[in-house]
């Protein structure tokens, strides 16, 4: 089946800095979702890329769907205290809905 | 509220113990998704209804693993003679099928912790 691989697993960044998560695949996805997971928390939903070289902003956080739909990226510009959790790219099955996530990238923002 | 809940939170058991979570779902939400997390990784799919309809189970789903989800409502995950290899995040999540491009979004419940003494 259909695998994302996620990458970095780890980030410690300064308060201010920017932070980039990578979601990669061997197979083409026709559709990436984005997740967010506080410490002790659970998913939830940032958005939804389905179109190829989409480019989607939420205020700091921007979000990218490579040409070839086999990666996608979250970036953020000056993190904040906020920021910090787990970041998950996921792929949604266009039939059932399943979900595929990757493994997920935790940032910790130092202030 | 009315977000996904699920009950217990927690629950600590002992090796061999049965145990049964519950979901309830976003009232008009007709899909219902189980995951299960364990630490360091993203959610692994378990089970998939769509109504009363189970329609999906992952190999991960071994045969002490049952779902139900009797009415189209709640559903009820059970784990019968549990292992300390159980142990892990119990989410669920529910949605309502997307229609257009893209799939559903997901609603993730709190989950329930399970720890298999």
């Known amino acids: 089946g259909q695998q994302v691989m996620q990458i970095p697993q780890y980030q410690h960044v300064q308060e201010g800095e920017d932070f980039t998560t990578y979601c990669n695949s061997s197979?083409?996805?026709?559709?990436i979702q984005w997740y967010k997971q506080r410490p002790g928390g659970h998913p939830v939903f940032l958005i939804q890329?389905?179109?190829?070289?989409e480019v989607k902003k939420q205020k700091r956080l921007t979000f990218q769907f490579g040409e070839a739909k086999k990666n996608s990226s979250l970036h953020i510009t000056a993190t904040q205290t906020t920021d910090v959790g787990t970041y998950f790219c996921?792929?949604?099955?266009?039939?059932?809905?399943?979900?595929?996530f990757g493994q997920g990238t935790t940032l910790q923002v130092k202030p | 509220d009315t977000g996904v809940s699920q009950d217990p939170r927690h629950k600590i058991t002992k090796r061999g113990q049965n145990v049964t979570f519950r979901c309830d779902p976003i009232s008009e939400h007709n899909r219902l998704y189980w995951y299960r997390q364990t630490l360091g990784q993203g959610p692994e799919f378990l089970t998939y209804?769509?109504?009363?309809?189970?329609?999906?189970k992952s190999r991960l789903l071994s045969d002490r693993f049952s779902a139900e989800r009797p009415k189209g409502s709640f559903s009820t995950l059970e784990i019968q003679r549990t292992e300390q290899g159980d142990s892990a995040m119990y989410l669920c999540?529910?949605?309502?099928?997307?229609?257009?491009?893209?799939?559903?979004?997901?609603?993730f419940g709190p989950g329930t912790r399970l720890t298999v003494l």
């Open positions: 890329l389905v179109k190829s070289g």
């Open positions: 209804f769509q109504n009363e309809a189970q329609l999906e």
């Open positions: 197979t083409t996805l026709s559709n």
């Open positions: 999540a529910s949605s309502l099928p997307l229609a257009g491009e893209g799939t559903d979004t997901q609603y």
């Open positions: 996921a792929h949604g099955s266009s039939n059932t809905g399943k979900l595929i």
